[in-house]
Structures are given as structure tokens and as C-alpha cells.
């Protein structure tokens, strides 16, 4: 099941996640900095200095994990792996897809990238794919309703 | 037929008994202000002003509702502004349920609950006049499981009655109320010595107390004379002291079911089974209702009972013979012992529980995702957990601390396993 073709998230992703880390480290240094300066610029260097490090810790963290994301579509199922301190690995059978999403937030959408959701019956099942290019979502999400819709089962 | 065709309007009770529910609540938020004191006249007013502004609210609420079946749908519409006209497909209902608060029996009413499949959440007719919710019901039942709509009844073959004394000595074994027990033992202890610091504890912890009290009337009413009982359409089960219930379990309805036998209970072999159906976690608008509408089938039993309604419930089930090896116990040391899991064909059922000993089935049938996940310290000793989930709301089932690659091997065995089932 490991070994199977895994296809991966784009590469721009890579640059979505820095952006969403980066951006709000930035922001939150800036603004703090701004606001501390007129009491104390120690302090003010302090926030600044310990923001930007989060912002770059978060995106060392993020960035590997850019590289776990991974799924196969086989035959009666989408199997969707991701993370690396824990990791987990979804096994979704196209009969049980009750509804997809394609979703594109701001960062997303302006390096032409989606997420694409998996809804079944259970609240747990969690399967989604993110930084997926346009047109590979589009193609994704209409050839799992596709298949969902031949394999589809009751409750 | 049955004088069930056309439109209906609910009970004109109805606002009467929703209004007397909402007094009580009212009275309980309120009671402290007046105990407290300061009763001023306008507080007085201002309370009557807000009494009666719900009662008219609910007087409007049941002139602009009204009920019909059509074909296989049951249709309700309401709203004074927003109308809407709800229809709910009788094919798609899990259970029909028949609830009668206190004030509701006073006035011979009764309010029909159906539980929806998938997304449909459930719809109330609050309330009826028993007679009329009773023909109703089995109306709503023929025509969701498709048999001749005239024919009568058979009578419930009861399996179990739960004893008001056991039902009273499970209660009291558990944490909530040896806790307030604990509590008024420390009541009496500070009238007794008029100590402050014991006061000032009690003081503290009495909105807590008043919570716990009233969730313990909540289960003792919901286990008071619980019985279980063979219906034609799957087992009904049947319990209350003031609000009186009868729910129905539907064959084939059922995504999971559990089987707890808590510490303290040990002592006197007593279980509890719970059954999880098709559900929303979260409903649109907050309606968080439903999720406490789902009860325990035996509140408390001995392990014979309940292996006999296991037995209706998940027939043939197979027994958890695999263990996770013995490097898993550095993992989970508490649940170790208590870890197992097998399957069959129809079956997986998995044993876990840290104090208590928690066992769980569910039919392949009803799988909807199965997930492999391998936290930090599993990766560590080479173990990963494979969690079966299925639609319902509160438990799946879960193959916990197998060996890494076995958990491979189950994932794409149950994978097989589920589509086989689902398919046949």
C-alpha cells in the first residue's frame, strides 16, 4: 500500500507555505515593533527578533511537510497520505464520497493552486489534498463525482 | 385513511407544554435573584413581560405550524416570517421516536422525533395527542419500510427489563455521583462543625453540584425502567420516570455498537450498550439536541443481557482474538491489557478501555473511511493504529498498536473486506 504511484501537491505549494508562514510573522514583527517602540526599543527588538524566528520555525516545519502529501487513485478507492510526525494515511472508497470541494484561499488561488475535500458519512474521515494545480483539482474532483456517482452506496 | 390525510395542526396544548418546560428553566435561572433578596417590583414585571412575550411567541409559533403526509414524504411547515415547507423522505428515516415530558403526559400529548439519514437532521412534531402520534407512528413506520400500512402491530417481545434498584446502584457507582455524594457529606460536615473553609468549598462548588445533580436525574430518569424490547422493525427501547421515551433501533440502522463495563461496576458484572446510528455531529443552526437524543440501549445489565441483545445486534459477530504485541504496552501501558481485535467477513470488533473495558463492533457494511495513523512514539516501537470510521456520531471502531506492517496488512484486508460487503 506504501509503495503504490503516489502523486504529489505541486511544487508551488512549497511557495504557498512560505508565503503563509512568512507573511504573518512578518506582519505580527512590523506591528509589534511599531507599537513596542514608543515604550522601549529593547523590547521592541526583542518581539521583533522573536516573531520573525517563530515565522521561520513554523516554515522550516511547514516546508517539510509540503513533501508528505501524496495520493493514489486506485481502482474502488482514493488513498491520501500527509504528515511526518504523525503520520496518517486515509483510505476513501469512491462509493462512500457523499460531496467534493474544490477550495482556493487568497495565498492559493494567487499561485493558481486549489484544495480539493472529500466529504463521506463520517465526521472523521478528514481526506483532503491540498496545493493541487487548477486544472489537476478540476480534473481530480471531476473524475472522483465520476466514479463516486457509478459506485455510490447507501448508508 | 386513519384520519391522518390533509393538513393537521399540532395539539393546541402544545405552546402551553413548551412554554411549561421553558418556565421551569426560567424559574431555575431566576430563583436565585429572588432568593437573593432584592425583589423589587420591577423585577417582578420585567420577568412576567418576558413570560408572556414567549408564551405569545409560542401561541404564534403553533398557528403558523402545520403537518401532512404526502405520498411517502411527511411534510411540516412553519415560520410566521420565513415559511418554510419542509419535506422529509420516509425512505430515509433511521428511527422514529416517541417523547412524552412530564407536563406532555399530564395532558395525555406526545412528541414524534424521526431521526433523518445523512444530513437530514430530524424532524419534531411536538406535540400530538398520543392516540393520533400512535397511528401516526405506525403510519410514518410502514411507509419507510415499505410494508401494507394496515397491517396491525404485533405486540413488543420484551428481552429485558432493567431493575429500578440496579438502575439506582449503577447510577450511584459512578465518578458524578460518588462526587456529590462526597458533596453533601461535606454539606453536613460543615453544619455540623461550622467550619468556614469547608463552607467556603461548598459555596464554591454548588453551581457545579447543581449541574451534576441534574444530569444525574437526567440518567436516572432515562435508566427507570428501561426495558428493551423485539419490535418488528428492530428493538425498541423503552424508558422514564417523569419524561417517558420509546425509541426504535431499525435493523440494518445500526453503525456501531459498544459494550462498557466501568471499573466500579465491576464488582457486580454490569455493562451498559450503546448504539450508534447514522447522524450529524453538528447540525446547521446549533441544533445540538440530537446528540443527546441518543441513549444507551441497556443503561445497565448483566453481561448475559447483553450478550443476548449483541446477539439481534450483531449477529454471529466474531471474537477479538489477535493482541498487539507485547512492545505496545511501552505505548499504552494502562490499555494494554485490555487491546485486541478481530474480524470476519461481516464483523470488526476491537476491545480497548484504559479503567473501564470498552468493546466495540461495527459492520463492514458500514464503513466509510479507514485511516492508518502512526503518532511519534508508535513510530518508534514500529506500531500504528487503524481506525475504522463509520457514519455515526460518537464511536467507530479502532485496530490500536498493531505491529507496523500487520496495520498495513488489516488496512487493505478491511479495505477488501468493506467493499465486499458493500457491494453484496
Given at each position: 500500500?506504501?509503495?503504490?504511484?503516489?502523486?504529489?501537491?505541486?511544487?508551488?505549494?512549497?511557495?504557498?507555505?512560505?508565503?503563509?508562514?512568512?507573511?504573518?510573522?512578518?506582519?505580527?514583527?512590523?506591528?509589534?515593533?511599531?507599537?513596542?517602540?514608543?515604550?522601549?526599543?529593547?523590547?521592541?527588538?526583542?518581539?521583533?527578533?522573536?516573531?520573525?524566528?517563530?515565522?521561520?520555525?513554523?516554515?522550516?516545519?511547514?516546508?517539510?511537510?509540503?513533501?508528505?502529501?501524496?495520493?493514489?487513485?486506485?481502482?474502488?478507492?482514493?488513498?491520501?497520505?500527509?504528515?511526518?510526525?504523525?503520520?496518517?494515511?486515509?483510505?476513501?472508497?469512491?462509493?462512500?464520497?457523499?460531496?467534493?470541494?474544490?477550495?482556493?484561499?487568497?495565498?492559493?488561488?494567487?499561485?493558481?493552486?486549489?484544495?480539493?475535500?472529500?466529504?463521506?458519512?463520517?465526521?472523521?474521515?478528514?481526506?483532503?489534498?491540498?496545493?493541487?494545480?487548477?486544472?489537476?483539482?478540476?480534473?481530480?474532483?471531476?473524475?472522483l463525482a465520476e466514479l463516486g456517482e457509478a459506485d455510490a452506496a447507501g448508508? | 385513511?386513519?384520519?391522518?390525510?390533509?393538513?393537521?395542526?399540532?395539539?393546541?396544548?402544545?405552546?402551553?407544554?413548551?412554554?411549561?418546560?421553558?418556565?421551569?428553566?426560567?424559574?431555575?435561572?431566576?430563583?436565585?435573584?429572588?432568593?437573593?433578596?432584592?425583589?423589587?417590583?420591577?423585577?417582578?414585571?420585567?420577568?412576567?413581560?418576558?413570560?408572556?412575550?414567549?408564551?405569545?411567541?409560542?401561541?404564534?409559533?403553533?398557528?403558523?405550524?402545520?403537518?401532512?403526509?404526502?405520498?411517502?414524504?411527511?411534510?411540516?411547515?412553519?415560520?410566521?416570517?420565513?415559511?418554510?415547507?419542509?419535506?422529509?423522505?420516509?425512505?430515509?428515516?433511521?428511527?422514529?421516536?416517541?417523547?412524552?415530558?412530564?407536563?406532555?403526559?399530564?395532558?395525555?400529548?406526545?412528541?414524534?422525533?424521526?431521526?433523518?439519514?445523512?444530513?437530514?437532521?430530524?424532524?419534531?412534531?411536538?406535540?400530538?395527542?398520543?392516540?393520533?402520534?400512535?397511528?401516526?407512528?405506525?403510519?410514518?413506520?410502514?411507509?419507510?419500510?415499505?410494508?401494507?400500512?394496515?397491517?396491525?402491530?404485533?405486540?413488543?417481545?420484551?428481552?429485558?427489563?432493567?431493575?429500578?434498584?440496579?438502575?439506582?446502584?449503577?447510577?450511584?457507582?459512578?465518578?458524578?455521583?460518588?462526587?456529590?455524594?462526597?458533596?453533601?457529606?461535606?454539606?453536613?460536615?460543615?453544619?455540623?462543625?461550622?467550619?468556614?473553609?469547608?463552607?467556603?468549598?461548598?459555596?464554591?462548588?454548588?453551581?457545579?453540584?447543581?449541574?451534576?445533580?441534574?444530569?444525574?436525574?437526567?440518567?436516572?430518569?432515562?435508566?427507570?425502567?428501561?426495558?428493551?424490547?423485539?419490535?418488528?422493525?428492530?428493538?425498541?427501547?423503552?424508558?422514564?420516570?417523569?419524561?417517558?421515551?420509546?425509541?426504535?433501533?431499525?435493523?440494518?440502522?445500526?453503525?456501531?455498537?459498544?459494550?462498557?463495563?466501568?471499573?466500579?461496576?465491576r464488582p457486580f458484572r454490569w455493562c451498559r450498550l450503546d448504539v450508534d446510528?447514522?447522524?450529524?455531529?453538528?447540525?446547521?443552526?446549533?441544533?445540538?439536541?440530537?446528540?443527546?437524543?441518543?441513549?444507551?440501549?441497556?443503561?445497565?445489565?448483566?453481561?448475559?443481557?447483553?450478550?443476548?441483545?449483541?446477539?439481534?445486534?450483531?449477529?454471529?459477530?466474531?471474537?477479538?482474538?489477535?493482541?498487539?504485541?507485547?512492545?505496545?504496552?511501552?505505548?499504552?501501558?494502562?490499555?494494554?491489557?485490555?487491546?485486541?481485535?478481530?474480524?470476519?467477513?461481516?464483523?470488526?470488533?476491537?476491545?480497548?478501555?484504559?479503567?473501564?473495558?470498552?468493546?466495540?463492533?461495527?459492520?463492514?457494511?458500514?464503513?466509510?473511511?479507514?485511516?492508518?495513523?502512526?503518532?511519534?512514539?508508535?513510530?518508534?516501537?514500529?506500531?500504528?493504529?487503524?481506525?475504522?470510521?463509520?457514519?455515526?456520531?460518537?464511536?467507530?471502531?479502532?485496530?490500536?498498536?498493531?505491529?507496523?506492517?500487520?496495520?498495513?496488512?488489516?488496512?487493505?484486508?478491511?479495505?477488501d473486506l468493506a467493499r465486499a460487503a458493500r457491494q453484496a
Amino acid at each position: 500500500m506504501l509503495n503504490a504511484d503516489w502523486k504529489h501537491p505541486s511544487p508551488r505549494l512549497r511557495k504557498a507555505r512560505h508565503l503563509q508562514a512568512l507573511v504573518p510573522a512578518v506582519l505580527l514583527a512590523t506591528g509589534l515593533g511599531v507599537v513596542l517602540a514608543f515604550s522601549s526599543f529593547t523590547a521592541a527588538a526583542i518581539a521583533v527578533v522573536a516573531a520573525l524566528l517563530a515565522g521561520a520555525a513554523l516554515d522550516v516545519l511547514m516546508q517539510r511537510r509540503v513533501g508528505a502529501w501524496g495520493y493514489v487513485e486506485r481502482e474502488d478507492d482514493l488513498l491520501i497520505r500527509r504528515g511526518l510526525l504523525v503520520r496518517r494515511l486515509s483510505v476513501v472508497p469512491y462509493g462512500r464520497m457523499q460531496f467534493i470541494d474544490v477550495i482556493a484561499g487568497p495565498v492559493e488561488r494567487s499561485l493558481g493552486l486549489a484544495t480539493v475535500r472529500l466529504h463521506t458519512a463520517a465526521a472523521a474521515s478528514d481526506a483532503r489534498i491540498p496545493g493541487l494545480a487548477a486544472d489537476e483539482a478540476a480534473r481530480l474532483r471531476d473524475r472522483l463525482a465520476e466514479l463516486g456517482e457509478a459506485d455510490a452506496a447507501g448508508l | 385513511m386513519n384520519g391522518l390525510d390533509g393538513w393537521h395542526r399540532l395539539h393546541p396544548l402544545s405552546p402551553a407544554v413548551r412554554a411549561g418546560r421553558v418556565l421551569v428553566a426560567f424559574i431555575a435561572v431566576f430563583l436565585p435573584t429572588f432568593l437573593g433578596g432584592s425583589r423589587s417590583g420591577w423585577d417582578a414585571v420585567i420577568h412576567g413581560v418576558v413570560l408572556a412575550v414567549l408564551i405569545g411567541l409560542g401561541v404564534v409559533s403553533w398557528l403558523v405550524t402545520r403537518w401532512r403526509v404526502e405520498g411517502s414524504n411527511l411534510r411540516i411547515e412553519t415560520g410566521l416570517i420565513r415559511r418554510s415547507s419542509m419535506r422529509y423522505p420516509l425512505t430515509q428515516v433511521q428511527a422514529i421516536d416517541t417523547v412524552r415530558p412530564g407536563l406532555a403526559r399530564l395532558f395525555g400529548l406526545a412528541e414524534l422525533r424521526l431521526r433523518m439519514g445523512g444530513t437530514g437532521g430530524s424532524a419534531r412534531l411536538a406535540y400530538l395527542p398520543v392516540k393520533q402520534a400512535d397511528t401516526l407512528r405506525a403510519r410514518l413506520l410502514a411507509l419507510a419500510t415499505g410494508s401494507h400500512e394496515d397491517t396491525p402491530e404485533p405486540e413488543d417481545e420484551v428481552l429485558v427489563t432493567v431493575p429500578v434498584g440496579r438502575a439506582l446502584a449503577s447510577l450511584v457507582l459512578t465518578l458524578p455521583a460518588l462526587f456529590l455524594i462526597a458533596y453533601f457529606a461535606t454539606l453536613i460536615a460543615a453544619a455540623a462543625t461550622g467550619g468556614s473553609v469547608t463552607r467556603t468549598i461548598a459555596g464554591y462548588a454548588a453551581p457545579a453540584m447543581i449541574g451534576n445533580a441534574v444530569a444525574f436525574w437526567r440518567r436516572f430518569n432515562r435508566a427507570y425502567h428501561a426495558t428493551v424490547a423485539h419490535a418488528p422493525e428492530g428493538l425498541r427501547v423503552r424508558a422514564g420516570l417523569v419524561e417517558t421515551s420509546a425509541e426504535t433501533i431499525p435493523r440494518g440502522r445500526v453503525q456501531a455498537v459498544r459494550l462498557l463495563e466501568p471499573i466500579l461496576w465491576r464488582p457486580f458484572r454490569w455493562c451498559r450498550l450503546d448504539v450508534d446510528v447514522a447522524g450529524q455531529v453538528r447540525d446547521r443552526g446549533g441544533e445540538r439536541r440530537n446528540e443527546r437524543q441518543l441513549r444507551a440501549v441497556l443503561p445497565v445489565g448483566s453481561r448475559a443481557e447483553a450478550e443476548q441483545l449483541l446477539e439481534l445486534l450483531v449477529p454471529g459477530a466474531p471474537q477479538p482474538v489477535h493482541k498487539p504485541p507485547r512492545r505496545a504496552r511501552w505505548k499504552s501501558p494502562l490499555r494494554y491489557r485490555r487491546l485486541s481485535f478481530g474480524h470476519d467477513e461481516t464483523y470488526a470488533v476491537a476491545t480497548s478501555g484504559r479503567l473501564a473495558r470498552v468493546q466495540r463492533w461495527v459492520p463492514l457494511t458500514k464503513v466509510q473511511s479507514l485511516r492508518r495513523i502512526e503518532g511519534p512514539a508508535q513510530r518508534r516501537l514500529g506500531l500504528a493504529t487503524v481506525y475504522i470510521d463509520t457514519a455515526g456520531k460518537r464511536f467507530g471502531a479502532a485496530f490500536r498498536d498493531l505491529d507496523g506492517d500487520d496495520s498495513l496488512r488489516e488496512l487493505e484486508r478491511l479495505t477488501d473486506l468493506a467493499r465486499a460487503a458493500r457491494q453484496a
